[in-house]
């Protein structure tokens, strides 16, 4: 039996080359923006039922440490303080305590490799699940500061000035919570430092800076939620300086992408390993 070419058959099909012309090409790379949306969505809708209610347990504390505050300071720029401080610990709560909470165990789950198989930027899930922390902060910002206005007999004129602080301030807070549940190497140090920093904002943001040793204040000028608290303090006056509540707005957003660009790096390097 005699074995023909196929090639040299009548009709015969040709072999099909197996060498390849170039390497594939490769699709467009995922922008920022509409990964950042993308997982500010996923993000939202999978922590609103787990989240919802310690965001009650955040506002009832503002407003329970906010009614303590009451009996010991009567008014004035110490009450100032206090109702500006409660209201700034709702989003320091969320986004210190929560935030690297999560991350922390989603480090040690292996929820990183999840992330880490989309196509989207490293600075898309952290921005993201940030953003969709702090989103839940609105309300009961909100709330504790109506409360402690009313409770301390403070005018409600500049409460839109939160609608700047709680984004910026968030932004601050949630780069550091993210940042230290990437960083810590076990979930439960990363549950501990978030404890920690919101224990820093609720001590140093709540109490009047005039009663502080100077030690104390330096450490207070250290945290980033502290320009969010004086911004919003300096607008019960009759005259604010609008000035300085941009620096301290400013402040909050410079620290905000300081932090955020630290925990990028982080989960960039957490996500390889």
Do not use: K
Request: proline share 7%; glycine share 10%.
């Amino acid at each position: 039996m005699s074995v023909v070419p196929a090639e040299v058959l009548p009709g015969g099909s040709r072999a099909v080359p197996e060498t390849v012309s170039g390497p594939a090409e490769l699709g467009p790379r995922a922008r920022l923006w509409p990964s950042l949306v993308a997982v500010y969505r996923a993000q939202l809708s999978r922590a609103r039922v787990a989240r919802i209610p310690l965001l009650f347990v955040a506002t009832f504390q503002s407003i329970g440490i906010a009614v303590m505050m009451r009996g010991v300071v009567e008014g004035g720029d110490e009450a100032q303080s206090v109702v500006a401080g409660s209201s700034v610990l709702v989003v320091a709560y969320v986004a210190l305590n929560l935030l690297s909470q999560y991350f922390g165990q989603l480090r040690a789950s292996g929820g990183l490799d999840h992330y880490a198989t989309l196509p989207v930027p490293p600075a898309a899930v952290v921005l993201g699940a940030a953003a969709a922390y702090a989103s839940f902060t609105v309300p009961g910002t909100l709330v504790t500061a109506v409360f402690g206005c009313v409770l301390f007999g403070l005018p409600l004129t500049n409460l839109w000035v939160l609608l700047a602080v709680i984004p910026l301030a968030g932004a601050a807070l949630a780069g550091l919570g993210a940042a230290c549940g990437l960083l810590a190497p076990r979930p439960e140090l990363a549950t501990l430092l978030g404890q920690l920093g919101m224990s820093a904002a609720l001590l140093l943001g709540v109490l009047p800076a005039g009663r502080m040793p100077e030690v104390i204040r330096l450490a207070r000028d250290l945290l980033p939620s502290t320009y969010g608290v004086e911004a919003y303090a300096r607008t019960f006056g009759p005259d604010p300086d609008w000035a300085l509540v941009l620096v301290d707005l400013g402040v909050c957003a410079g620290v905000g992408v300081v932090s955020l660009a630290v925990a990028t790096r982080a989960y960039r390097r957490a996500a390889v390993r």
